[in-house]
């Protein structure tokens, strides 16, 4: 029994999107819990009102779970992971952001994949742009921690298959987040979600846990999700385009992690503060250079 999680904040548009998507998946075994982090938008009962029109067979598969709070990306995964632990069955929980569509065959791809290879506990799809389906968003991030800074392995590429292979996962360092493939063993092994960020850095944290405990990493390339990017917090490629929560939490966090695994690279990452700190007056977003004193007072 495969679980996935899918988290809601003021999305529910974007939710019953990837869950309708969900119910086309060719995989027998899954139960899906929607988690709704305190929706001030009427979220739950418009998730409540799909959820009331389905046929018995399907709405069955379907829990929505009232986090309480709004606590970040971190708190409320946990609250439907900690769910799934409670099923003896639950082999491993497929983690997605709400602004996902999946390919049908996604999650079966994902299990023959985990089945083959055990010893990866940690296991991304490919992303590709939900607006420009043809395009990859990510088959994984580089992290350097120098800086405190990654990068979306393939991003803007056609997807011609150049990343489809084994081989791929050692060039990576971590799954992103919009789509993460959990095994039970890994969860009981490194842990649940970190709690502290709210926003960004959770997976990369993960994955870091998982290394030093001896896991492995997992790339899936016959696994495809298509990700809208940023549809309740305001990510996006371009910089120049991103919310205030967004930039905050990109930056306050490079810190955070960094004093949390890699202390040693706290100067640097702080020097690296300072070019941020140049590109927001470059870009005339003097009210975000409060954001990067904050981080490096910190």
């Avoid at 904040?9 to 998507?21: A, F, I, V």
């Avoid at 140049?278 to 007072?297: C, G, H, P, S, Y």
Wanted: proline letters at 4%; hydrophobic letters at 40%; one cysteine or more.
């Amino acid at each position: 029994m495969i679980y996935i999680i899918v988290l809601n904040w003021n999305g529910w548009h974007d939710t019953l999107e990837c869950l309708e998507s969900l119910l086309q998946l060719q995989f027998p075994n899954y139960r899906v819990v929607v988690c709704d982090n305190a929706s001030e938008d009427g979220s739950e009962a418009r998730i409540r009102q799909w959820l009331t029109q389905l046929p018995p067979h399907q709405s069955e598969r379907f829990t929505l779970v009232q986090t309480g709070e709004n606590r970040g990306y971190g708190p409320g995964n946990n609250v439907g992971i900690r769910l799934a632990l409670k099923d003896p069955a639950m082999e491993a929980v497929w983690i997605l952001n709400n602004d996902v569509v999946v390919d049908p065959h996604a999650l079966s791809a994902l299990y023959e994949y985990h089945l083959a290879h055990p010893l990866r506990g940690l296991i991304g799809s490919k992303l590709r742009f939900y607006a420009s389906p043809d395009r990859i968003q990510a088959v994984g991030g580089k992290f350097n921690p120098v800086f405190a800074s990654s990068t979306h392995v393939g991003e803007f590429e056609i997807d011609q298959g150049q990343y489809d292979r084994d081989a791929i996962r050692t060039q990576i360092d971590y799954p992103v987040g919009a789509a993460l493939f959990v095994t039970r063993a890994y969860l009981e092994s490194v842990g649940l979600l970190a709690e502290e960020y709210f926003l960004y850095f959770e997976e990369i944290d993960w994955a870091t846990r998982g290394a030093r405990a001896g896991w492995e990493l997992g790339y899936c390339w016959q696994s495809t999700v298509f990700h809208k990017e940023g549809g309740s917090t305001g990510s996006h490629a371009d910089p120049k385009l991103k919310s205030y929560l967004s930039d905050y939490y990109s930056v306050i966090n490079r810190v955070r992690f960094t004093r949390k695994f890699y202390p040693g690279y706290l100067w640097s990452v702080k020097l690296g503060l300072l070019l941020a700190a140049a590109n927001r007056i470059r870009r005339l977003q003097f009210d975000r250079l409060k954001i990067v004193l904050k981080a490096l007072a910190s």
